[in-house]
């Protein structure tokens, strides 16, 4: 498969916005684009233990899998037929054969959005407010494990139903929960081992109690 079209025109300029907040965070990261019928969901690995989703709706149903560079990606136009040209295939990588289930998800909750955003920002505002008292005094490598330990304190509180607040703060860190005047709900879900919170622009799934990429 080297290109696909999407069913809305806008959906090509978004999946851009998507891989280069992907590749902002990681400069050689990259996105793991599966397609299987009307939908093809575009993965990627997160610094926040948590994969990244953001599906696109296809003009034609499809059905392919392909590992390609999250910058390139970003770069690439749409052609005159509305086709988007995928970049060239890389080999998978081990989180890649790992993707969460398709179907079977439970709601566990519905949150307002504006409460999750505010969630989110005390949680900012405390690593804040704490993180140089924390690190202070401190050995580079010591300071650094104690602002670890003060991220995973803070992003690992329950945002709700069990479900930790780093998924909303990895939801926001990639622009998923839109702006700070958006209405709407972000909805968490389970199934098996895996999470997942929906917020209005994009999906962010993590294994519940266990390291992302754990085998």
């Given at each position: 498969m080297t290109s696909f079209v999407p069913a809305h025109p806008s959906a090509a300029a978004?999946?851009?916005?998507?891989?280069?907040?992907?590749?902002?965070?990681?400069?050689?990261?990259?996105?793991?684009?599966?397609?299987?019928?009307?939908?093809?969901?575009?993965?990627?690995?997160t610094p926040f233990d948590a994969l990244a989703l953001r599906a696109v709706a296809l003009a034609e149903p499809a059905e392919f899998d392909v590992v390609v560079e999250a910058g390139t990606l970003a770069a690439r136009a749409v052609g005159t037929a509305g086709e988007f040209e995928l970049p060239p295939a890389l080999p998978a990588l081990r989180w890649a054969s790992s993707l969460p289930p398709r179907s079977g998800w439970t709601e566990l909750a519905r949150l307002k959005l504006v409460?999750?955003?505010?969630?989110?920002?005390?949680?900012?505002?405390?690593?804040?407010?704490?993180?140089?008292?924390?690190?202070?005094?401190?050995?580079?490598?010591?300071?650094?494990?104690?602002?670890?330990?003060?991220?995973?304190?803070?992003?690992?509180?329950?945002?709700?139903?069990?479900?930790?607040?780093?998924?909303?703060?990895?939801?926001?860190?990639?622009?998923?929960?839109?702006g700070p005047d958006d209405a709407g709900e972000v909805v968490l879900r389970a199934v098996g081992a895996w999470w997942r919170l929906d917020a209005p622009n994009g999906t962010m799934l993590a294994r519940t109690g266990l390291a992302l990429f754990a085998l």
């Open positions: 978004d999946l851009a916005t998507f891989a280069r907040r992907v590749a902002k965070f990681e400069a050689d990261a990259v996105v793991r684009i599966v397609a299987y019928g009307p939908v093809a969901g575009c993965f990627a690995e409460d999750v955003v505010a969630d989110v920002d005390r949680g900012v505002e405390e690593f804040r407010e704490r993180a140089a008292g924390v690190a202070d005094g401190k050995s580079l490598r010591a300071g650094r494990a104690a602002l670890e330990g003060l991220a995973t304190e803070i992003w690992d509180r329950e945002l709700a139903s069990g479900v930790p607040l780093r998924l909303a703060h990895a939801a926001g860190s990639y622009g998923f929960l839109g």
